[in-house]
C-alpha cells in the first residue's frame, strides 16, 4: 500500500513550491499520477514537479495526518449525536415541465410534488402556485396537517 510524495514549483520563476503526501490502495500508473498531480495542483500557476513513491513519510507530516484523522473522527462521532436527534423536513421538489402540443407552442407548467412520494404532485402555471396547490392537497389529506410551508424544505429539480 503506497504512499505518494507530489511535488510542485510554481508561479513566476517558479520561485514558489508546494508539496503534498497522500496515501493509495493500490499503486498508480503514470496516467494515474498525472492526473492526481493535476488535481491536486490545478489552483497553482504553472505548476511544474514530479510524483514519487515513497516508503514512508517524514515524522511531522505523519503527526499531522494521525491529529487530523483524529479530529475528523471526534467531529464525526459529535455530529451523528446531531444526526440522531435532528428532526428531517419533508421536501417538495418543484420542476418546470413542457408538454407538447401537435402543430402548436409547447406547453410550460411547474409540477411539485413530494420528494419521498411522487404520487402525491400538483401542477401550476408558476413555481409559487404549484407549491400552493400542492399544499392545498396536504392540508386536506396528509396527517398529521401541515399548518406552514415553512414546515417543508423547497427544492428545485
Known amino acids: 500500500m503506497p504512499w505518494y510524495h507530489f511535488q510542485a514549483s ?13 496515501y493509495f490502495d493500490k499503486s498508480l500508473t503514470k496516467a494515474e499520477e498525472k492526473m492526481w498531480f493535476e488535481e491536486y495542483f490545478a489552483d ?9 513513491m515513497v516508503e514512508s513519510i517524514p515524522e511531522h507530516i505523519l503527526a499531522s ?3 487530523s484523522c483524529k479530529n475528523s473522527i471526534k467531529y464525526n462521532r459529535d455530529l451523528l449525536k446531531v444526526l440522531a436527534k435532528t428532526e428531517p423536513k ?3 421538489a418543484v420542476r418546470l ?14 409540477s411539485a410534488r413530494l420528494l419521498m412520494k411522487p404520487e402525491v404532485n400538483a401542477t401550476g402555471n408558476t413555481r409559487e402556485l404549484a407549491v400552493k ?12 396537517t401541515p399548518r406552514s410551508l415553512k414546515e417543508f424544505a423547497v427544492i428545485l429539480r
Open 65 to 67: 495526518k494521525i491529529a
Open 133 to 144: 396547490n400542492l399544499f392545498k392537497i396536504l392540508k386536506k389529506w396528509w396527517r398529521p
Open 90 to 92: 419533508s421536501v417538495i
Open 44 to 52: 497553482l500557476d504553472w505548476p511544474t514537479g514530479g510524483v514519487e
Open 97 to 110: 415541465e413542457v408538454k407538447a402540443v401537435p402543430n402548436g407552442r409547447p406547453e410550460t407548467f411547474y
Open 10 to 22: 510554481h508561479g513566476p520563476g517558479h520561485q514558489s513550491s508546494d508539496e503534498r503526501y497522500q
